[in-house]
Every structure is written in C-alpha cells, then in structure tokens.
C-alpha cells in the first residue's frame, strides 16, 4: 500500500543474500539510510557498482574492513532542512496533497498532554508512518 515493490527484514540473518536476489545479483544503485551507523557495512555489501549511499542523520561513520573493493561507490550526507526558504518546497507539497499525489502513513495521534509518550515513541521505534501530536 506504501508503494515498495520488494520489502526486506532488517534482522534476516540473510539480507544481503535477499537484497541481490531482488536485484538480481547487481546490488542496489541508490541507499538512502538514516541509521549509517548501524547499516553502513550492509550498505557498503548490497551496493552496486558505482552505487551511492545518502544518509539523513549526522555524519559519515570511519570505513573499516567494509567491503569495497572493486566498487566505486560514493557515500555523502545530506541535511534534511537543506534550504533556507521552506515555502517554496511547502507550497508544492501542499499541492502534492490536495491532489492526493502525496499521502502520509499516520501510525499514532497524540494529544498535547501526551507529548511524553509521544516522545518515548520516537526513541523506541517500531513504528510506521508518523507520529503527530495534536494541540
């Protein structure tokens, strides 16, 4: 219903065996990864050549014994709030919106005086979609 195509579990103990067999056997062209430092050696193993890793969170964790030989693969960060002027970027998403071309998944509304929980939410995960906390 959210558009995937192939859907993977992250604790299958064998992913990349899962992720090349969708690909394949190329690798995935583009990751983009808000956990790097928990997924960059996956990341790194399931790429394909001169595949790109993006990720939304901080900064590039050190690359040690990471499976890059024979790869040209770029790894690069980005920020979420990249641009300075939001309405632009707003205006069209709300467009997006009215037209029904962009839907967000709601996992859970909270009142204000839930925000605590709301929070605890967050750190904890294991969730889909988002988390909206109304006043």
């Known amino acids: 219903d959210l558009g995937a195509v192939v859907a993977f579990d992250y604790d299958s ?20 990864d808000h ?24 900064g590039i964790p050190a690359v ?34 009215e037209r029904g071309d962009l839907t967000a998944e709601i996992a859970e509304t909270y009142d204000f005086e839930a925000v605590g929980e709301a929070h605890r939410a967050v750190t904890e995960g294991g969730y889909v979609g988002k988390l909206v906390v109304r006043p």
Request: avoid cysteine.
């Open 13 to 32: 103990e064998t992913l990349a065996d899962e992720i090349y067999e969708a690909t394949d056997g190329e690798g995935v062209d583009v990751i983009l």
């Open 35 to 58: 956990r790097l430092d928990d997924y960059l050696g996956l990341d790194l193993t399931v790429a394909a050549q001169n595949g790109r890793i993006v990720t939304i969170t901080g």
């Open 64 to 97: 040690e014994d990471a499976p890059l030989q024979h790869k040209e693969v770029t790894v690069r960060g980005m920020a979420i709030a990249n641009t300075p002027e939001r309405r632009p970027v707003l205006r069209r998403i709300a467009r997006l919106v």
